[in-house]
């Protein structure tokens, strides 16, 4: 599903993450020749895609990125994650 708005994608990308973080991945993608810079959150069930050429929206996903990544390295995460299995 592709989002217009950022704080839509935001939302509904962390909410994807938080439900199944170990099937959760997040590719970011940048395309010189139109400049623009794609982010897509899935789990291979629901795929999340948010396009801008915009460099405001640049510097929100890379604040969304870093924070997703500090998700994925928290030790509460991985405890959880571990206790699941």
Do not use: N
């Amino acid at each position: 599903m592709q989002y217009q708005t950022w704080e839509e994608f935001s939302r509904a990308a962390e909410k994807l993450y938080l439900a199944d973080p170990m099937k959760a991945r997040v590719v970011l993608k940048y395309r010189h020749s139109d400049g623009s810079l794609c982010i897509k959150v899935t789990d291979d069930l629901v795929c999340l895609v948010y396009r801008t050429d915009q460099a405001q929206d640049v510097k929100k996903i890379e604040k969304f990125h870093s924070q997703l990544m500090r998700l994925m390295v928290a030790k509460e995460s991985r405890s959880v994650a571990m206790e699941t299995d």
